[in-house]
């Protein structure tokens, strides 16, 4: 049997996608400096509608989180009144989309909040802030337990007012070096308490916010990505496979929407995974719905499906250049190429 991705799939109950094909969550810039979404990116959204599902760029969950220049929030009425906008643009177009709720931990930067850098431990990352390159990231603060319980508390506010903002759901942003995944990495979590030096300990947090969202909006609406491979401001470390393999079968019985493999390039293989690919591992480890995402062409995704390497398919770059990506699998047509100079165009 050959998959279709085009077809029809029930990701739960309560939510059916129009095909296996989501739009990957890209990091725009676009909020204004109140980390309001602007008329820009109602127009951007709505353009790829015809995507399964849409996962919108990470998406601050509180002022502490940020870590770039323009990135838009999910904590005031006017932030939740202009995804309000993006969703009603996408779901007038027959769309569904999800909020990916993020905190960049110690990739963030007092410039944007004027407070303490919040992380796992006092261990900061060498470099500067993207696209403003003249700050230098700082020395974080450990958070407190009180701390922790805030960030939690605060995830599941977020989700709340994801909903209120017209979102079908939140996808939490666990992966990629930011704070959820650096409390599940040695490297930066080198707590002694109840939240590190064990894998149980270090998927605490994790499965705290998992829990405190499903408790807030359900766990039909609330979906994860991990990175258990990619190691972006992160240093690997033999022990870190000990916490994947704790914290997956845990969040098998939560019955997420999905998990979200987040690591780009499938085709890497990471001796701290046993020698295997991101999307392999976390398909070994969790028999729930799993999205991938790579270079893949429609074709290899379709046999990737059949071959039970993932569920769904997340697609990227090649969805900026092609807003109509959707139309031009199912009629055979060629896809633009992708470069950076098309995207200014493009948004």
Not at 26 to 35: A, E, G, I, K, W
Not at 120 to 140: D, K, N
Not at 305 to 324: E, H, S, T, V
């Amino acid at each position: 049997m050959t998959t279709d991705l085009l077809s029809p799939f029930k990701l739960n109950d309560s939510i059916e996608l129009q095909n296996r094909v989501l739009m990957a969550p890209l990091t725009r810039c676009m909020s204004d400096d109140n980390q309001v979404p602007t008329q820009a990116m109602v127009d951007y959204y709505a353009r790829l509608a015809d995507a399964g599902l849409i996962i919108s760029e990470a998406t601050i969950i509180r002022p502490d989180a940020q870590g770039y220049p323009n990135t838009p929030g999910l904590f005031t009425s006017e932030q939740i009144q202009g995804w309000k906008k993006v969703t009603d643009a996408v779901h007038a177009k027959g769309g569904k989309m999800f909020a990916q709720l993020w905190h960049v931990g110690r990739v963030a930067h007092p410039h944007f909040f004027g407070g303490d850098v919040l992380a796992p431990s006092a261990i900061g990352i060498e470099g500067s802030v993207p696209r403003m390159r003249e700050l230098t990231y700082v020395t974080p603060k450990a958070a407190t337990i009180e701390d922790i319980q805030g960030l939690i508390a605060d995830y599941a506010k977020a989700a709340e007012n994801a909903i209120e903002a017209g979102f079908d759901g939140v996808e939490i942003h666990g992966a990629n070096g930011y704070l959820i995944d650096q409390f599940l990495h040695f490297a930066a979590n080198q707590r002694k308490d109840q939240y590190g030096q064990t894998p149980e300990n270090m998927s605490r947090f994790a499965l705290e916010v998992v829990d405190a969202v499903v408790a807030a909006i359900g766990a039909n609406k609330t979906a994860l990505r991990l990175s258990p491979g990619a190691y972006f401001n992160m240093t690997e470390s033999d022990g870190d496979k000990a916490v994947f393999d704790y914290l997956l079968p845990a969040l098998e019985t939560r019955n997420l929407a999905y998990l979200h493999v987040g690591i780009f390039d499938d085709s890497m293989r990471f001796a701290s995974l046993g020698d295997k690919s991101a999307s392999e591992y976390m398909r070994g480890a969790y028999k729930g719905t799993l999205v991938g995402v790579g270079s893949y062409s429609s074709e290899s995704a379709n046999q990737a499906i059949d071959n039970n390497q993932f569920d769904l398919i997340a697609i990227g770059r090649p969805f900026i250049a092609n807003p109509d990506y959707i139309s031009k699998v199912k009629h055979g047509e060629a896809l633009t190429p992708y470069s950076d100079e098309m995207l200014a165009e493009l948004i």
